[in-house]
């Protein structure tokens, strides 16, 4: 059995937010352990623990690889990700980039 998760602060902002839904999600899948989803992920663990420990707000590959490991619907996160991480960001067309790039960085690490 792994360590503790230290609490969230939900007041601290949009990216503890994110992180919480992270952990819930996770939760929601039977406490699936980090390691079971490293495989599935091919992620490691420190970065998947990382993207739900809410210090910053994880890459959206590993967001969407994290969410489809637990089961969740993946175009209901990367917007989600979208609202709370990238509109910080200006320019439409750096984040169109960034998206495209990302989505295919998700596809490419996906198992068949």
Known sequence: MGRRE???????????????????LRGAADGMTYREMARRT??????????ASG??????????????????????????????GVKDFSGARFISVKISVARERFQCGRSV
Do not use: K, M, N
């Open 42 to 51: 091919h992620y490691s663990v420190t970065t998947l623990a990382a993207a």
């Open 6 to 24: 230290i609490p969230i602060d939900l007041e601290g902002g949009p990216v503890q937010r994110f992180a919480h839904g992270l952990r819930e």
């Open 55 to 84: 210090d910053q707000l994880p890459s959206l590959p590993v967001t969407l690889a994290y969410v489809e490991a637990c089961g969740g619907d993946t175009s209901e996160w990367e917007a989600r990700w979208l609202s709370d």
